[in-house]
């Protein structure tokens, strides 16, 4: 099996005869059991070997006998808040297990399609999280880098698409859920309309909220599952009947929302901001014209998932286990659910007429453009950092997630690019409820315009970790300081030059001459800088021998992203020389007497 399977492939193979979907199966099952030595923990359950290659051989004998079936023999992972007959559920919370007769309508359909179930994946307990960190079975990470989080609560679901064991997977999406690690791990997200896909057979986290997504490695594969798991299902009270004329396509010529400049926030990733420029700039390539708009309305709403009276919908969920088995219940989950204990009558309703005010300002962004177009996370955190901070740092990974659901939104997250540590960074376009087809179809149309970016390299090892760093002098290839560099084994990494924004002066008392590079912004020059690569601990003992009045900080280099670099103090300028009209050091070296 190929590192990153195709839903269509597999099943235009299978069904033609190309492929077996025994084969299928096999190749899958070994793939699953070579990556358990880098993180077994994506699964809470899998099904046995012969299980699965007793469904693999069912398919075949239905395509001997000439049944079509859309997804045949493609393997698929359920998130395990999801039922599946006969393999237990337990939402990650042992205390909560039960075996289930009947499987959830979603993976029903699925497998009666000729799709072939590998197991149940990892997620935050009770679907209670957006870091995937929060699960006695263990805490999935980041496919392409081993040190970060995989997101939630769809972890196990993300890794298992993401590192090619499967070719698709469930999960659900009340928050983000299935939009984060779709970003984390290069991978598609698609989480439907409210309603448009079954929730019977599925573990509330907020039942009135949820939605089952499905990640898959691009859009073709998304739109393929979602041909087969959608439709109106009787038994689920909140499964909705589609309108008879939805939202139609978005033509050559359409607009999308962006926040307004000053709403955009990012954390400090330089990266991150490059590339949510990089997406609107690939939209307008589409024929898009960017509108700018106030998303704070959406950011309040957002409040109100967790804040406000929306939590004790999640203590509605797993009331009982509260009241008799709290212990049994993660630490942070159940600090996050016990809040909803004291939540009354009058707060849940005072709660619904502030989300009505919000979505009739949510009705004015579809008025202004078509689409809205946010990053999927600000940014993406190690684990240890998201195990030393679990509230704050989950919260930040849902700004742009939170509010989705609670304003009856359709959307899809798709990649945006690979930061230097290689985790992902993604964007989502979101819609009005029932622009499902509309945004696949631009989500297609995202695909095609100019090639995606590749994913690296799985890491199954865990990777040292690095800094990119800018030098502007005595540090170049062939000046005085550089030694510094290569003792430490530093990588040149690329020769630049930074944003126009910069002014450099010639420091004359100092042995050797140095340079100190100012930020001016306007009026400053693009100065020529070398980047090189070193890793953390080399970086730490580089920065320990840095003399006053210089230091490191961020710089901005000319194609818009940020890396560590060296700059000045103000006092660094007094009797100094400026040089910047000479373009960088080596002009400025060159020009003194011989």
Known sequence: ?????????????????????????????????????????????????EAVLAQARAVDAWIAAGEVLPLAGVPFAVKDNIDVAGLPTTAACPAYAYTPAVSAEVVARLIAAGAILMGKTNLDQFATGLVGARSPYGQPRCVYNLDYVSGGSSSGSGVAVGAGLVAFALGTDTAGSGRVPAAFNGLIGLKPTKGRWSTSGVIPACRSLDCVTVMTNDVADAALVDQVAAGFDAADPYSRRAPATPPASLGASFRFAVPRADQLVFMGDGEAEVFFGQAVERLKAMGGVAVEIDVEPLLEAAKLLYSGPWVAERTAAIEDLI???????????????????????????????????????????????????????????RLREVNAEPFALNGALGLYTNFVNLLDMSAIAVPAGFRANDTGFGVTLIGPAWADAALLDLARRYEEIAPMPDAPVLDTTGKAQTVKLAVVGAHLAGMPLHWQLTSRDARLVARTKTAAAYKLFAMTNTTPFKPALIHVGEGGGALEVEVYELGVEHFGSFVVEVPAPLAIGTVTLEDGSSVKGFVAEPRAVDGAEDITHLGGWRAYIAGLPK
């Open 1 to 49: 099996m190929s590192p990153r399977p195709s839903v269509v492939r597999i099943a235009a193979e299978v069904s033609s005869g190309a492929r077996s979907a025994v084969s299928v199966a096999e190749e899958a099952l070994a793939a699953i059991a070579a990556y358990d030595a880098v993180q077994a923990q994506a699964w809470i359950c899998r099904a046995e070997p």
């Open 323 to 381: 009241r008799d088995n709290p212990g049994a219940i993660h630490p942070t989950v159940r600090a996050i659910v016990q809040g909803g204990i004291g939540v009354t009558g009058v707060e849940a309703f005072k709660g619904q007429y502030q989300l009505a005010a919000y979505a009739r300002a949510a009705e004015a962004v579809f008025d202004a453009a078509e689409v809205l177009l946010l990053p999927t996370t600000p940014t993406i955190f």
